[in-house]
Structure formats: structure tokens, C-alpha cells
């Protein structure tokens, strides 16, 4: 059974940045794709950006250009760095992976709140 495992929340300012990391119990090589979701309160959870086997990324519109999707295949783990922080992002993020056989796995989510 894959793991995911999130790190990195918490409580910044509006503007600042933050650093979200997803381990994982696989080799994050054997998924086709790897992504972040948020979810904030009252909401639907929604796709923040994925990163396919192959290296393509792929971003909402809202987090374009201060969002940066990673990987780091030697730790199996991948980041999510998030600049320029509004309070809008302020939301419960869950990492993603899906496998070859379109079977996705989630993480327990990691709480990032942004104040004004």
C-alpha cells in the first residue's frame, strides 16, 4: 500500500513563502503523475499543479508563477514552493500520485493558513 506522507504547513504572513514536502513509501518513479490539491473550507478540493513521469507541469491559473512544483527522485519525495502568499491560499493541501493504472493515492493533507 503506498504512503504519502505531508509536511511543511502552517501559519505566514501574506507575501511570504512556504515549502510543502510529500514523502513517500514508493518510488515516485513508478507513478505516471504527482500532484498538490487543496481543499479550503467550504470549498471543493481543487488541483494546484501535478508533475507527470516525464517532467511536464501543469498548474491552476491562481498559483501560476508563484508556485513551483519538484521532485527529488533519491529522497522519493516531492515539494511544492509557494511564494508571494495571499490569503486566499489558505487551504488543508493534500499530495497526490497516480499510478500507471490511474489508481490515485492521498495524503492525510498539511494545513497552510495565510494571514492579512
Known amino acids: 500500500q503506498v504512503q504519502l506522507a505531508e509536511s511543511g504547513g502552517g501559519l505566514v504572513q501574506a507575501g511570504g513563502s512556504l515549502k510543502l514536502s510529500c514523502a513517500t513509501s514508493?518510488?515516485?518513479?513508478?507513478?505516471?503523475?504527482m500532484g498538490w490539491y487543496r481543499q479550503a473550507p467550504g470549498k471543493q478540493r481543487e488541483l494546484v499543479a501535478t508533475?507527470?513521469?516525464?517532467?511536464?507541469?501543469n498548474y491552476a491559473d491562481s498559483v501560476k508563477g508563484r508556485f513551483t512544483i519538484s521532485r527529488d527522485y533519491a529522497k522519493n519525495t516531492v515539494y511544492l514552493q509557494m511564494n508571494i502568499l495571499r490569503p486566499e491560499d489558505t487551504a488543508v493541501y493534500y499530495c497526490?500520485?497516480?499510478?500507471?493504472?490511474?489508481?490515485?493515492?492521498w495524503g492525510k493533507g498539511t494545513l497552510v493558513t495565510v494571514s492579512s
Open positions: 514508493g518510488n515516485i518513479f513508478g507513478f505516471s503523475a
Open positions: 508533475i507527470a513521469r516525464g517532467g511536464i507541469t
Open positions: 497526490n500520485a497516480q499510478n500507471t493504472g490511474n489508481i490515485n493515492y
